[in-house]
C-alpha cells in the first residue's frame, strides 16, 4: 500500500451512493492559493430541505422550503466563517464554537474539546472541523469527533495538523458509505490533488457525488499574496 498514494477528489467518491457531508483543504498546485470546499448530502426529506446561502465571508445554510423543516437543530448551521487570518469550516454549529474561542485568544483544539458527535443515534454522526490559518506558510489543521462505541458513550477526538504542499489536499467526510446504521469515517483524512482551476475543482466534487443524495457544494480559493478570494456555489435545489 502506498500511503502517499494521492487522487482526484473525484476518484475519492465516485460510486459511493453516501459519503455525508465533506470537507478539503491544500494549496493549489502552482502555491499560489488555498483551497477549501465543503459539501452536504441527504438521506431524508428534512435533510435534503437545504440550500447554502453566502453572506459576505460566511456561508449560511437555509432550509429550501421552509414549511418541510422537522427538526433544524442538526442541519441549520453556518459551515464557513472566516476571522482575523483564519478560515473555519465545519459540518455543524462547531463552527460557531471554534470562531467564538478563536476569538477569546484559545485554540481549534479548546475549542472542539467542548464538543461532542452528534446525538443521533445509532449513527452517532462525527463532527468534522478545520481551520486554515494563513501566515509566512499556510498551515491547517483537521479534526473528527467520532463515538467510542455503538452506544454512544464516550467521544474519541482525532487532529491533523498539516502545512501546505503545493497540489495536496486532504479530504474528510462523515460516512464510508451507506448503511444502517451509517459507518463512521476511519483513518487520517484522504489525500488529494488540488487543482489550479477552481471549477475543475467544484464540478470534479459535484459530479461525481450520488445524483440522488447531493444537495450542495461550496468550494472558495484565497490568493496567498493579497487574500483575495474566488467562490463557487451549487445548489441542487435553487
Known sequence: MNVYQTEEIGKR????????????????????????????????????????????????IHPYDESKVEDPSLIIYSPIRKIDNKLIATNGDQTDTIYDFVKDGKSFEDALDTRCFEPDGPNWTPRISAMLTFGEELTYKMSILKSADAEGTQCNRYTFSYTAINGLGHFIHTY?????????????????????????????IWNNLDENNKIAVYVRYVSLADGTAENRMINKYN
Open 176 to 204: 464510508v458509505t451507506d448503511g444502517n446504521p451509517i459507518p463512521t469515517f476511519q483513518g487520517e483524512p484522504e489525500r488529494i490533488i488540488v487543482p489550479d482551476d477552481i471549477d475543475e475543482f467544484t464540478n470534479d
Open 13 to 60: 467518491i465516485a460510486g459511493n451512493p453516501y459519503v455525508g457531508r465533506g470537507i478539503a483543504v491544500g494549496k493549489t498546485k502552482d502555491g499560489t492559493k488555498a483551497a477549501v470546499a465543503y459539501f452536504i448530502m441527504g438521506r431524508s426529506e428534512n435533510s435534503r430541505n437545504r440550500i447554502f446561502v453566502e453572506n459576505g465571508d460566511e456561508v449560511i
